[in-house]
């Protein structure tokens, strides 16, 4: 008897260290500040999960509104636009700024300044379509630090964006 509980201990163990550890990091997690009046910031990171997932869903608590959105070259000129999810394909490192996509917080609640920390809520789900979520935090970088094609607050300016 003593034999069986020893076992039904070990598989609950094995269960809550799986639901903890899904096998998910995600890194360099940053942001750019808003401009007066702008209303919308991008964020972008690193993510890597062990086992072949998609990011379906971001949140946060400052924005009303959060995209995930792709870039494309279409005409000759740098379109963006929102997707259902980014693809991430197992062990393999995901770079949204390498890729062009990035997070779109819209509806700002507050102005994004250099130095805060965003929170932000990842929903990824599964092949088999078990979802799990993972907070993170987005550093907020001051303005034109970075590379011109991180450089989102512009182009979301554009017309019908
Ligand atoms: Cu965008």
């Not at 008897?1 to 020893?6: D, L, T």
């Not at 609950?12 to 209303?39: F, K, N």
């Not at 300044?113 to 993972?134: N, R």
């Amino acid at each position: 008897m003593r034999q069986i509980i020893a076992l039904v201990a070990g598989v609950l163990l094995a269960m809550s260290a799986a639901a903890e550890d899904v096998g998910i990091t995600v890194s360099d997690v940053w942001g750019r500040a808003t401009a007066p009046g702008q209303d919308s910031g991008s964020v972008q990171f690193s993510i890597i999960s062990k086992k072949e997932a998609k990011l379906v869903a971001v949140t946060s608590p400052v924005a009303g509104t959060v995209e995930i959105h792709s870039m494309a070259h279409e005409d000759g000129k740098m379109k963006m636009r929102a997707v259902e999810s980014i693809s991430l394909p197992a062990g393999k490192a995901v770079d949204l700024a390498k890729s062009g996509n990035h997070v779109m917080l819209l509806n700002l609640k507050q102005p994004l300044k250099a130095g805060d920390s965003v929170p932000l809520t990842l929903t990824i789900e599964f092949a088999d379509k078990h979802k799990v979520t993972l907070d993170t935090k987005a550093g907020i970088n001051p303005q034109g630090t970075s590379h011109d094609m991180h450089d989102m607050g512009d182009m979301h300016d554009m017309k019908g964006m």
